[in-house]
């Protein structure tokens, strides 16, 4: 078993879509959790972190992470089409420094 | 904030030569900085994990000789690959972590992120 699994996609909306995006951990140590948005040729860029469970919100964009489930998951609000990019879930725990990678959701939203 | 550059964005060089990556944190400083390598349409392939002053960390199945790596202040970091091949080519992006700094929860979690440079693509003829 993978220690990160995220469904490759690609997921394809139409504009406005409420898009769902998620990952499943097997580690319990994980307490940091992050998504990024990586366009096509270009670096991963960072668009959410939580720590531990809960909820955060910043613009259209909610994190949500339930540990108890192992679960963590990316809304995304009246999808726009330039919201078209790879999505990549990433968690750490406090003792080490590198990150764990889902393999990333292509989402493609379309006008 | 939390800027990472990368010089050059793109290079084309002979086999055998030798090109060396540049990544900058440009208003922080990383402590900690990490190479990873992409091929298309795949996920981030964590190459090496540096930190300031120190040798780096490599993963298994990397060859520390021909990528070389090294750290000398806080705010650069460079990749060496030596005696290119075309197998070596590849997008290379680097990522910073920011150093300690402030207390409380918000900046507690600011240092447990990384923030990737623009990536370098490589292309070995």
């Known amino acids: 078993q993978k220690e990160v699994e995220q469904d490759p996609g690609p997921l394809s909306v139409p504009e406005g879509a409420i898009v769902s995006l998620n990952c499943t951990y097997s580690n319990s140590a994980f307490q940091y959790f992050m998504w990024y948005r990586q366009y096509s040729r270009k670096g991963p860029e960072l668009l959410m972190y939580?720590?531990?469970?809960g909820n955060k919100e910043d613009g259209r964009f909610t994190a949500q992470v339930d540990k108890s489930s192992k679960y963590i998951s990316l809304f995304i609000r009246d999808s726009q089409p330039s919201d078209s990019a790879t999505y990549l879930c990433a968690m750490k725990d406090s003792g080490y420094s590198t990150l764990t990678f889902g393999k990333g959701t292509m989402l493609l939203v379309s006008p | 904030g939390a800027v990472v550059s990368q010089h050059p964005s793109r290079v084309i060089c002979k086999s055998g030569t030798s090109v060396k990556i540049e990544c900058r944190s440009l208003?922080?400083?990383?402590?900690?900085m990490f190479w990873y390598r992409q091929f298309p349409k795949k996920s981030l392939m964590l190459m090496a994990t540096s930190n300031e002053g120190s040798k780096a960390t490599y993963e298994q199945g990397v060859e520390k000789d021909k990528f070389l790596i090294n750290h000398a202040s806080l705010t650069l970091s460079t990749l060496t690959v030596t005696s290119a091949h075309p197998e070596d080519s590849s997008f290379y992006i680097c990522s910073a972590s920011p150093g300690t700094g402030g207390t409380g929860p918000a900046e507690w979690m600011y240092q447990e992120t990384q923030y990737f440079g623009p990536g370098t693509r490589l292309l070995v003829l």
């Open positions: 208003d922080f400083q990383a402590t900690t």
């Open positions: 939580t720590y531990s469970s």
